[in-house]
Structure formats: C-alpha cells, structure tokens
C-alpha cells in the first residue's frame, strides 16, 4: 500500500475517456496475518483510509459490509470475527468495483491510502471524536475547549475518568458516565498564554492528548481565527485573504492515485514556491496526509464534498469529513457542492440547506460554501445561494463578468473558487491538432470554444478573448474579490483535452503531470510573489527556423522589459497585465536572448535564454538527499538532456532507462505528454520536451545511485541515503 491498479494497465481506446481511457474493472486484495493475541475487552478494528471505489469486505469467510464512496474512510470492527491464539490464522479479502465512477476524471482502482489496524479497550475515545476549537484569541491568550466523545461498547454503564493534556501542560480530568451502548461528550477547558498562532506560511501547531484507560489519543490543532464578513471577504486572524490559489486533483506521473506520502508533500510545495497560499481539493474530501502536509506548510484549504444529496451514504460520508477534518487549521471551508445540476432550483435548494444545517452542527468554527458553474449564476432564481456562507463561483473573471456577479450579490462573498482556464502543454508553441498539444500561448481546440460560447449566450453579449493575465489582473484590481483560484495546479489524468484518443491528460495545469513548470507557471509566480521576475516563451532554439520570426511573450511583474538578441537591443515595451506581446515575432538568430525587466528604470530581474546544441548528456537531480529506508518514503528524479556545455536541449526525446543501485527501486516513471502511451510502472520513460521523471522507493537503508542512460548520451546519476531515523 498504496496500491492503484489501473495506472499499470494501458489505455485502451474504447475504454472510457474522462477516465484518461483506462479500463475500468473488478479487483481483490487479500491479505493473511497470524492469529492475534487475544486481550480481553479489547477491541480491533481494520480502517481503510481510501479504496476506490464500490468496496466488499470479507473477514475469515464473513461478509463484512460494503462501502460504495471511494474518497472516505471505512471503519470494520473484526473483534469477534477474528481468530486468537490455536485457532489459526486470519484471512481479509476486499473486493473493489470501478464499473460506475463517481467523477468525470482519472479516478484510479484499488487500495490506495493508508490501512490501519487499530487496538483499542472497549471504553474509549470515539473514532474522530476529538473536537478542539479556540473560543477566544488575542495576543496574550487563547481559550481553547476540548470536547471528547467517550464511546461505551460494553453491556453495562461505565463511569471513567477523562484526561485531557495541551502540549506538555499540566492535564485536567474529569469523569464522564457512559451508557451501555452509547456515547457521551466531556469537555474540558484550557488556556495558552501567548499563543503563537497558525497562519499562511507559518504552521504553527499545537497537540491535545485525551486519555480514557489505556486509549490515548494524540490530535494536533493550530490557533487562528476565521471570518466570513459580507461583502468584504474572508479574514484570518483579523487579515483579509488574498486568495493565491489553486484546485487540485490527488493523481501524479507514474503512481496514478496511489500516491506515497512523500509525493502529496512534494506536490503542496511545488504550489508553494509558486506562490499559491491556498488549495482547492478537486473534487472529493482529501487523505489525512495531505491536510497534515497543509498545517505544517501554512496553505489554507477548502475541503468538498463528493456530491449534493441527502441520500444516507452521502449524509454519512459528509459527517465523516467534517468530523475527521475539522481539527486540522488549514481547512478554511467546507464546500458542499461542485457545479450540480441543481443548483439554483428548488431542489437543489431544499437539499443543499439540510448539508449547511448538518455540517454546522458538527462543526459551527468554519464557513461553508458552493463551487457553482458560473453559467447558473447569470440570472439568479431562487434562495440557493443565500444558503452558504460563501458563494464559490466558476469562470466568471475569466470572462470578465465576475464585477456583474459581485453587484447582484452585494452583500454576500463571493469568491473565484475555480478560474483562469488555460489548456497548455509544456514546451509546446502551437497547436498541434493531430496529437492534441494546446499552444503555450493559448488554445481555441475542443471544450475550449465551447465553454466560451456558452457564457457568451447566457451573459447576452460578447466576450473578450481569453487572457490569464487580465483575469489575475481583475483580481489584484479588486481587492474585495478576495483573490482567486487558479484550474489547474498541475496537470491531471482523465478529463482529456481536448477530448480525443490518444490524449489521457487534462492540460489545465501550471505545471504538468509530473510537476514540471509550464510557461504560465511563471505569469501566476509573478502575480504570487514580490520577488521581480522576467520569464521568456518561448526558447531560444529553433534549427532550421533562422532567419524567420518567432512570436514571442514575456511575463514579468517588473514595468517594462528590453529584449535583446545576441546583445543588440529590439526595445523596450511596457508591461500590461504582467505580459509584454511580440506578436509579431522577433527574427531568429541562434546565440543568446536576454530580456531584462526594469522597475523605476533600474534593471532588477534578468532572462537569458542560451540557443542549444545537440543533445550529449543525461543531468539526473534528486529532490532530497536522505529518505527514510523504511520501504514507504520515496526519492523524485529528475532528468533533463544537454549539450556539450550544459544547456537544456528543448526538443529532447531520447528514450531514458533509470537503472537502481543499492537498497531501491523505480515505482514510476513519467514525462508530462499527454499523449503518451508508455508504461507508468516501469524504468523506462521518452524524455518529452527535455525532461522525464522517476519515481525510487527505499527498500531498505543504505546508499543509493540512479543510473539514467540512454542511447549515444553521457550517463547522469543522482545519489541519496536511505536511512531509519
């Protein structure tokens, strides 16, 4: 574990298209261990974090139950159908069903989060039953208050004591009496004097420990406030936010959904030094790491719900989430829907009240909120949005109508919680509609149009061209918007586009699949972050093209940018909506482009793009340089193919082969195309573009070399040690 059994099968082209055409199908797991010890009054239960999806379970021939969601958590108490001590040993079969997905994206198969075997008295602290709230924050001190729910599964009233422990304080008690059965809250009272608080970019973090007998029960929290005002925004600790965001799917190169620890962190970091300070999880409740890796990092997070029903499987998997995720300081809101086909009915309305109402009596700290197709938000009809607390909203500043959304509703706050659609494939400069490849500076192929059109129709006049810098632009100039979030951070499996074999990647992503910057990672880090930035597209090597133009942007946040070309000066231009158009192309001459951008006339960011020979090497980089060897941490390398002196070979498809020595191995290998069809689990991987990816997991500790060669190419190695700290 985890394990994602269809990200090894290949794409089939009959199979289904929005999941990247991978076969769906029926798969089992079994798994035998040794009779157990047997402890009296002791409970054991197996929790399954994420099987996707339609899930049986089987415990020494008994059928369990079925869970039918594959983004939330099942929970099965074994104790009396397991065997202890002579009676032999224990046999856990689960099946999983991917015929009918639940999205119109790459969903995967199989076991793919963490599974635990849990121990616990039969008096004890209820499964997600922490709840940890700050009442009151200010500089001096924080009021915190811990309810603990104590869960009784015997036949007989119990009184017990309770302890309850802020990091190394000193602990408070109290005795709660528990009916058979049944369970009841305790809850006790704190204070944190001088509390170091969690905010954007500073996980800081506090634990709470609840004892009830032998049941410990360790859960972090962190000390923030958050505000919802009416036609101002959302506050953290009295600070508006200016949302830096971006939506997310669970998927990465080479692993599908099955995704190692290491990689949700990885992921989350790339969003990071991009500049993002908020994550939109597309579009399902998301693992306990990833919220874990959010506190640590200081990014906030809107956790959503799967669908819009009040059906009971639904209802239960809603509390589920809140319950389990309502500690943690990164999750801002709770989204209830994503772009429903009943929203703003009567319905829909109806339904969506009984999820705000039921997600408030579980957790009363936090907003929630819709994701809503910006084509049902262009005549209101109904109380639908009056509903939330926050009226998430989709491609409306894109098409440069979210100022007449914000009119209509003055006093609700409305936020661009998916926008900024631009369809892009790393490296590539035109469209190329035989293979599908978007063109870095923008694409009118497939859904693209369409979805335009549509807004066209509903808003009833013309819309402008698509332009990401406008829309971040809008953004920055409107301030009581609160910011946005960006479709998408990376690139993801399934949903093609556009929407044709052999395409199995949605190309939305500022960075691709494998998390590889784009071109328009470099315009958002530019909005995102202070620091002065030119960023020229595209590269400088084009054999066979000289003498002819090539168009030519630059994205910057400086106030203008002078391009040069083997040092001779082509002007100065300003910058407009943080891009600088050469339209009309600049001549080509192999040698060097710089671009230098200038703020108050003094040069503060410079560009040099170097034109490149033949490619001559391999250069493979690891991300870290000590893992744990404890067979789950994984180590990311990275190749990218140069010439003779070290400079980035663009058009580079050299077929790689990462060969492992020492305690490892390659679980995954990936290269951003989306049209590839080769093999996500292997040692072998085309470079596209340049560059390809590998996946290495410790097998053990010790010292590890991966090895990347590829025919008539200088070998590249990138070293680590795997240790157990």
Known sequence: MPHDWRIAQPPAQDGPVWQAFSPNGVAYYRLTLPPLEWLERTRTVVEFEGVMRDATLWCNGFLVDDHLSGYTSMLFDLTELLRYGDEGSNVLLIRCDTTTPEGWWYEGGGIYRDVWLIRHPDVHVDYDGV??????????????????????????????????????DAPSTQVVMVRAGDTA????????????????????????????????????????????????GVFLNGERVRFQGANLHQDFAGLGIALPNRVVEHKLELLQQMGCNAVRIAHHPPSRVFLDVADRLGMLVIVENRLLSTARPYLDDLIQTVRRYRNHPSVWAWSLENEELLE?????????????????RVDSTRPTMVGADGLNCYSIRTGYFD?????????????????????????AVVLADEDGLFPTVRGQYEDDEIHGWASSFGTRM???????????????????DYDLGATWQWFVDHPESGGGFVWSGMDYFGEPTPIRW???????????????PKDYYWLLRSFFRPEPLVHVLPHWTWPGHEGRPIRLWIYSNCDEVELLVNGSSLGVRQVENHIVRWDEGIVYRPGILTALG?????ITAKFDSHTAGHPVSLRATVDRSVIEGDGRDVALVSLTVEDAEGRFCPWADDDVHFEVEGPAEVIGVGNGDPTSLEAHVGDRRRAFRGRCLAIVRATGVGSVNVHATAHGLVRGTASFEAVLS
């Not at 703003?344 to 408030?360: P, S, Y």
């Not at 859904?447 to 402008?464: D, I, K, T």
Request: proline share 3%.
């Open 502 to 516: 052999p395409v199995t990647l949605a190309s939305y992503g500022a960075m691709d699949v494998c998390g590889f």
């Open 387 to 411: 509903a939330v607390d926050v009226v998430g909203v989709h491609y409306r500043a894109l098409n440069s109508t979210m100022g007449d959304l914000h009119a209509s509703l003055p006093k």
């Open 598 to 602: 200038r703020q108050d006339g003094e």
């Open 446 to 464: 497939g859904q693209y149009a369409v979805l335009r059109e549509l807004h066209a129709e509903r808003s009833g006049r013309a819309l402008p």
């Open 344 to 360: 703003d009915t009567v319905q829909g309305t109806r339904i969506l009240r009984r999820l705000v109402n039921l997600v408030r």
């Open 131 to 168: 709840y940890v709230t700050t009442a009151d924050v200010s500089g001096e001190v924080a009021a915190i208050r811990i309810v603990t729910a104590v869960r009784n599964q015997t036949t007989e009233d119990v009184t017990v004591p309770v302890m309850t422990r802020v990091n190394n």
């Open 185 to 232: 809250e305790v809850v006790a009272d704190a204070k944190v004097v001088s509390p170091t608080l969690w905010d954007i970019a500073q996980g800081n973090l506090y634990s709470v420990t609840c004892e009830v007998g032998f049941d410990r029960v360790e859960t972090s929290f962190g000390i923030r406030t958050i505000e919802v005002r009416a036609g101002e």
